[in-house]
């Protein structure tokens, strides 16, 4: 799996991005889509009045609460354990997996082209980069949120590895 050189060869760190996988990309719309069904129940129970409803309505407000709550503890456990990390170097780039081991070593100069893909709509927000190599499979790396600072700072990277960007 790892293919182009290891993380030693690649200079000096530069910055380190949370990134995400298909599973991630799932759980976004899912959380999505309950938080935007429960907001519509708690519409329906303010419209149709407090016949019974209160425990509906929190249940509704929990359920809310809890998705939040679950999504800011995982972001904050996987910045701590290094998990689904982006690591921009002065040579490249360093992909990590699901457990914090690294997936993908990617020199900038194997790097054929970079293409990148955005969809920004309420129930799913993405920033997909391909990175087609020359000597190996392409590496898809995956930005779940509308503006992540990992855009312009593998922007800034590739200007200056001498690299363009294909949409």
Known sequence: MRRGGNEAELGA?????????????????????????????????????????????????????????????????????GVRVCHIHTGGLVVTGLFGQVKHVVPWDRIAVLKHMSNLTPLLTFHRFDLVRTDAKPVAILVLKAKPEFVPALKRATELAGMREEG
Do not use: H
Not at 36 to 62: M, T
């Open 13 to 81: 760190r530069r910055g380190s991005y949370p990134i995400a996988g298909v599973t991630g990309t799932l759980l976004q719309m899912f959380r999505r889509f309950a938080v935007l069904f429960c907001l519509i129940l708690l519409g329906f129970n303010i419209y149709k009045g407090p016949d019974g409803e209160l425990s509906k309505g929190l249940i509704a407000a929990a359920v809310i609460l809890g998705l939040v709550g679950l999504r800011a503890a995982w972001g904050w456990t996987s910045v701590r354990l």
